[in-house]
């Protein structure tokens, strides 16, 4: 007996695929580095629906105070806040990256397991998303 019917419909991905396309198409198409952004007059990233967003400066002079420069040099923005309940469970979110993760656990006060994952819960991201709006960015994975 199948377990998931759903795994086999083709119908069924493709309408998975395109709601994924319309939930992320507010997310950036390429990630720039910290300096690229930070050296910009106005900061812009483009948009995968062909808009763009301002990255707010005082969100870049920031995060240049909180991380140490072999950081900054890693650090791409947007950082992308992973949302997958299916894999991560209800409220959790998972950051990616070396630089990514050390600045989030430095806002957060909160220790890394892994240098490149870090998983933050529902009021850690609000403290987040309300520190740095413009410079992270939900990203809905299947």
Same mark, same amino acid.
């Given at each position: 007996?199948?377990?998931?019917?759903?795994?086999?419909?083709? #119908?069924?991905?493709?309408? $998975?695929?395109? /709601?994924? $396309?319309?939930?992320?198409?507010?997310? %950036? &198409?390429?990630?720039?580095? @910290?300096? *690229?952004? @930070?050296?910009?007059?106005?900061? !812009? +990233?483009?948009?995968?629906?062909?808009?763009?967003?301002?990255?707010?400066?005082? $969100?870049? *002079?920031? &995060?240049?105070?909180?991380?140490?420069?072999?950081?900054?040099?890693?650090?791409?923005?947007?950082?992308?806040? $992973?949302?997958?309940?299916? %894999?991560?469970?209800?409220?959790?979110?998972?950051?990616?990256?070396? %630089?990514?993760?050390?600045?989030?656990?430095?806002? /957060?006060?909160? =220790?890394?397991?892994?240098?490149? =994952?870090?998983?933050?819960?529902?009021? *850690?991201?609000?403290? #987040?998303?309300?520190?740095?709006? !413009? !410079? !992270?960015?939900?990203? @809905?994975? +299947?």
């Amino acid at each position: 007996m199948k377990e998931n019917v759903r795994d086999d419909d083709p #119908i069924y991905k493709i309408l $998975e695929r395109k /709601l994924m $396309e319309l939930l992320n198409s507010g997310t %950036a &198409i390429t990630r720039k580095y @910290f300096y *690229e952004l @930070f050296n910009e007059k106005n900061p !812009t +990233i483009k948009l995968r629906d062909g808009s763009e967003v301002e990255i707010d400066k005082e $969100e870049l *002079e920031l &995060i240049k105070n909180i991380m140490p420069n072999n950081y900054l040099k890693l650090l791409k923005i947007p950082i992308l806040i $992973e949302v997958n309940p299916d %894999a991560y469970g209800s409220g959790v979110y998972k950051i990616s990256g070396i %630089a990514e993760c050390y600045l989030i656990s430095k806002i /957060l006060k909160k =220790e890394l397991i892994k240098k490149d =994952e870090l998983f933050i819960y529902r009021h *850690e991201l609000r403290q #987040i998303r309300k520190l740095l709006p !413009t !410079t !992270t960015q939900y990203i @809905f994975i +299947i």
